[in-house]
Nanobody, 115 residues
Framework: QVQLVESGGDLVQAGGSLRLSCAAS????????MAWYRQAPGKQRELVASITSGGSTNYADSMKGRFTISRNNAKNTIYLQMNSLKPDDTAVYYC?????????WGQGTQVTVSF
């Protein structure tokens, strides 16, 4: 089992920045991938960005240039630096972990961007 705890969600004005964190604990494998997804009201959950244990990253096109995913393997923690936030970025942001055999999700953290 792997437990994921997200933090950092908040209410912020358009144009502002936030940094989300996700700490993983439990049976962490050395080869894994972690990611941020988000789900806005009435919409499907979508990928924001992912990062492998080796540091390879992938971003959704709409987030490229504004969001940066990073990780600290020693702390089993990933981060999402979000800049130039827009009201359309309002969503619950979820952390995901996979060791390519199992998938685990965090409980989510709310990000609200006001006009």
């Amino acid at each position: 089992q792997v437990q994921l705890v997200e933090s950092g969600g908040d209410l912020v004005q358009a144009g502002g920045s936030l940094r989300l964190s996700c700490a993983a604990s439990g049976n962490i494998r050395s080869i894994n991938q972690m990611a941020w997804y988000r789900q806005a009201p009435g919409k499907q959950r979508e990928l924001v960005a992912s990062i492998t244990s080796g540091g390879s990253t992938n971003y959704a096109d709409s987030m490229k240039g504004r969001f940066t995913i990073s990780r600290n393997n020693a702390k089993n923690t990933i981060y999402l630096q979000m800049n130039s936030l827009k009201p359309d970025d309002t969503a619950v942001y979820y952390c995901m972990y996979t060791d390519y055999g199992h998938i685990y999700w965090g409980q989510g953290t709310q990000v609200t961007v006001s006009f």
